[in-house]
Each structure stands twice: as structure tokens, then as C-alpha cells.
């Protein structure tokens, strides 16, 4: 969530770049300024990092950050593997947050639909977008559309409880499944389709998505890449979980590392350390308990390197998908420069599951925004949106969907940074703002509830009672009505 390392987190403790902002940037705001109402829409990682570094960093701040689902953290939340407990930790930095005096979360409140950009600014001394990619990157294939065929993101989303995926009911009763794509997100997906059941009972995967993965027939997964082994996007603890995955054997072609013991000399550590991995798993023979291991597992995951998608082939009545055809691609150009190209070979990949994995995209928010459609992102210098002084953004919606948590943090610092620096310097409204007050006779008038941090309190209390019963850390509430309901709205 390219995209694919961005639901992976790495989270521990500060990065020291983020480290060094939020003790470089102490500037003492005079006691005669007015509280300054500053509004984030978005409550991933990017929106409570950014809410983090104002309410730090100017002592009469108010934050008030906006979420479109009932309940707050974004991908944390609706991104992250089940089977990744530890990276959703920063949770607890993000209640701390919201716990201040001086900022409220307000869920269920789509900005561009519920209010708008403008309603905002009206209302807010700065608003800041930190809303994310809620998008995936389209295959843009022929076959495309067949049934069988599904965004990764649209797949993650499903497992996780995002309500917007819970209709996705993917038919896992084929033989093999074909992940186009090589990042960490990819990945994940290999992982939780492979992965024993009785592994998923105690993670907070959905009782549906666990109901599914237990009929599953799939046996073998391959992850499709253009490129070659020095250019892939996952980074190595997910490669190492992949090659240690209880049940399941890895296949590795040896040809396709071929040379490349004299290439990686040059190459950064941690591409090399990810490399050496990959050259070790397919190049050299398992000792007698591994090689027992691999014997005795009953499913399979692969790696196919220099393959484009061509087309998603139809089965023979035209009714789903039975394959994937497959261009055969060498690598022109040096280091970061290198494409593939075709060499015009063909070969066809049967399988019966599609899941395209070639990044997340953001999608505009309101016409008032300006917006790059091609790259995906606001045009912004700095998070500065361009040419709307007072509008700011951070995260993916800023720079793209890459990066860890860590990335994010520091991103998110800086745009913060920035705002205080145009507040110190007089680029803000003056004088008071309404804030909140503005917004909620709006939303009141549209009919609309919002959702407090309290209220997400109480659904956080029902997941985790739910979830006791079955030894699971909470059982995720994952229809927005129900949640609404039990809150009495």
C-alpha cells in the first residue's frame, strides 16, 4: 500500500530524521497569538502524525481531524497483515493524540460529499489533506474485468474489514493463483493465501475472510514481476516469512539468477542482504531438515521474473478468468534507469485467481483541489499545496504511495513544520476561526453524525469482547450501519 512497502511499517521508535524535526523546530509562538484552528482530513498514520507534530509544536493549537469510515487509524487498521501484530503498536501513539484537550476526531464525515474543501477553509485557519491512496494502479489489460480478476489492495481490504471489500466473496476453489506484482503487499496476499488457517485463528482477520481461507483450494501461488531478482520491490523480513511459511515450499528457477553473484558487489546493504537470500534459496541445496520440510509441505509459492501481463485469458464459456498471458522481458538501461522490454516471446500462465498488485493511487477529493492525475498525487512544494495558500497535505496524497510508517512520520512532521512556519509568518488567516462549531451545524443540517473517539472507544470494547471469545485479539465490526447502531446514532 511503489505503494508496496507502505503498509509495512517499520515503526520502531522514530526515525532520526523525525527525531531531529521535532526537537529542531521549538520556535516560541507569542502568547498573543490566537488559538489557531487547524482541521486534517484523514486519520492514517499521515493525518495523526501531522496532528501529532501541531498540537506539539504550538502550545495553543486546536486539531481537529476528519475520517470517512466510522473509526480511525487508515491503513493500520485496514492495511496491515493479521499476521503483523507488532506494527499496529503505533496505535497507541495515535490515542494518545487523540487523547489531548486539544484535538477531536470526527469519523464518518467524507469530506467532498458530507463538506467540502472550501466549507473547511472557511472554518479552519489551515486545513491539511493526509486522506491517502484509497485507489489501486489498473492492469490497463485486456480481460481485465472477468470475474476471477481483483485489486490486491480490494483483497487486503477484504481480510481486514474494510467495509467497502466486504463484498468481495473472491472464489479461492482453483488450484493456482497468480499475484501480478512483486512488492511487499504481493507478498502479504501470497502469505494469507498460504498460510495454514489454524496460524490466522488468533489474528484479528475477519470471521468471513477466515471462513473463506479455511474451504481454500488454492495449493500454489506465483508472483509475477517485469523485472528481474535485483528489482524487487519487497523488502527482506517479508522474503524471510515467505521462505520459513509453515506447509509451503518456495520455487526459485536458478537461471534467472544466473551472473548475478558479481553483480550484487555493488549494490546498497540492504538490497544486497535481500539478494544473498534469494541467490541462497534458489541456488543451494537445503539442509536434511529443510529439505524434509519442503518434502513433507503440500503448497507452493513462486517468483517469475521478466514477465509483463499481456492479457487476463477467459476460460472457455468467457465466464471468469484461466490464466494470464505473459510477455517475455529482458532489462535494458543501469540501475535505477532499467526497464523492461519485451523480446516478443509469449507464454500463457493458467491459474484461476488474479490479483494485480502494481501500486495504490490517490484519487482527487474535491474539484476545488488541484491534482495530478498522472502521478496520482497533490501538487504541493513541500506540502504546501500550489497556488492555495492555507491548504497543506502529507502522506501518500503528497509524495505518492511509498514508504513505511517511519517515512510517513517524517513527511508528516515536515509538512506540520511548514504550517507553523507560514503561521509565524503572518500567511494565515488572522483573527478567530470557528472550527468545529462551523462544521457540525453543517453536517447536522445534512443529516449527517459524526463519530467521536469516545464513540470509536466503545466499538474498540465490543471488537475486543467479541473477539475473547475465540481467543482472537478483537473480532472486527465491519458494517458501517452496525457500528452506528451500537452507538445509538
Known amino acids: 500500500m511503489g505503494a508496496r512497502g507502505g503498509l509495512r511499517a517499520l515503526s520502531r521508535g522514530r526515525s532520526r530524521a523525525g527525531a531531529g524535526l521535532e526537537k529542531g523546530f521549538c520556535h516560541h509562538f507569542s502568547t498573543q497569538e490566537k488559538t489557531p484552528q487547524i ?8 493525518g495523526f502524525y501531522t496532528a501529532q507534530h501541531l498540537l506539539k509544536q504550538h502550545p495553543q493549537a486546536h486539531v481537529d481531524i476528519y475520517e470517512k469510515q466510522p473509526v480511525p487509524f487508515g491503513l493500520v487498521r485496514f492495511g496491515v497483515a493479521p499476521d503483523h501484530p507488532e506494527v499496529k503498536n503505533v496505535i497507541n501513539t495515535f490515542t494518545q493524540t487523540a487523547h489531548s484537550g486539544r484535538c477531536a476526531f470526527w469519523g464518518n464525515v467524507e469530506v467532498g460529499r458530507d463538506v467540502t474543501v472550501p466549507e473547511l477553509r472557511e472554518a479552519y485557519h489551515a486545513v491539511v489533506l493526509s486522506y491517502g491512496a484509497e485507489d489501486h494502479r489498473a492492469l490497463e489489460i485486456p480481460g481485465e474485468e472477468l470475474p476471477g480478476v481483483c485489486s490486491a489492495r ?20 482453483c488450484d493456482t493463483a497468480v499475484i501480478l506484482g512483486q512488492g511487499n503487499v504481493a507478498l502479504d496476499v501470497a502469505r494469507i493465501l498460504l498460510t495454514p488457517p489454524e496460524h490466522l485463528e488468533r489474528t484479528d482477520i475477519t470471521k468471513a475472510a477466515l471462513g473463506v481461507l479455511r474451504q481454500s483450494r488454492v495449493k500454489t501461488v506465483w508472483l509475477v514481476g517485469r523485472r528481474g531478482p535485483l528489482q524487487v520491490a519487497f523488502t527482506i523480513k517479508e522474503l524471510r516469512e515467505m521462505i520459513q511459511l509453515p506447509g509451503a515450499r518456495p520455487i526459485l528457477d536458478p537461471v534467472d539468477f544466473l551472473g548475478l553473484q558479481d553483480k550484487i558487489k ?21 539442509g536434511p531438515a529443510e529439505a524434509a520440510r519442503q518434502a513433507s509441505a503440500s503448497r507452493a509459492w513462486g517468483l517469475r521474473f521478466f514477465r509483463s501481463p499481456q492479457q487476463v485469458l477467459p476460460s472457455p464459456d468467457g465466464r471468469r478468468a484461466a490464466g494470464v498471458r505473459l510477455a517475455v ?43 495530478d492525475s498522472k502521478l496520482g ?10 497556488d492555495v495558500p492555507g491548504l497543506y497535505c502529507s502522506g501518500w496524497v503528497k509524495r505518492g504511495p511509498t514508504g513505511v510508517i517511519a ?15 507560514d503561521l509565524k509568518a503572518g500567511l494565515l488567516p488572522s483573527g478567530p476561526r470557528p472550527g468545529y462549531a462551523a462544521i457540525q451545524a453543517l453536517l447536522s443540517s ?15 470494547a465490543e471488537e475486543v469482547a467479541r473477539g475473547q471469545g475465540t481467543g482472537k485479539p478483537r473480532e472486527k465490526l465491519v458494517d458501517p450501519q452496525e457500528m452506528l447502531r451500537l452507538l445509538g446514532h
Not at 482541521?39 to 499521515?46: F, L, N, R
Not at 522490454?341 to 507464454?347: A, C, L, Q, R, S
Not at 453524525?449 to 464513540?455: C, T
Request: aromatic fraction near 6%; charge should be negative; charged fraction near 25%.
Open 377 to 386: 498525487v497533490i501538487p504541493n512544494v513541500e506540502g504546501r499545496v500550489m
Open 446 to 460: 445534512r443529516g449527517v453524525r459524526p463519530v467521536s473517539f469516545s464513540d470509536w472507544e466503545k466499538l474498540d
Open 407 to 421: 517515512t510517513t512520520m517524517t513527511d508528516s512532521f515536515l509538512t506540520g513544520q511548514m504550517l507553523l512556519q
Open 266 to 286: 555493488e549494490v546498497p546493504r540492504p538490497r544486497k542482504r535481500l539478494t544473498e537470500l534469494l541467490l541462497r534459496t534458489a541456488t543451494e541445496k537445503p
Open 154 to 173: 480490494a483483497f487486503v481490504g477484504w481480510y481486514n474489514g474494510l467495509p467497502e471489500n466486504q463484498e468481495l466473496e473472491p472464489d479461492l476453489s
Open 39 to 46: 482541521c486534517v482530513v484523514g486519520s492514517g498514520p499521515a
Open 329 to 371: 522481458t529482458r532489462l535494458e538501461g543501469v540501475d535505477e534507469a532499467t526497464r523492461a522490454v519485451p523480446t516478443g516471446d509469449m507464454e500463457d500462465l493458467p491459474c484461476g485467481l488474479v490479483l494485480s498488485s502494481i501500486g495504490y493511487k490517490s484519487r482527487p477529493v474535491d474539484p476545488s483541489v488541484p491534482f
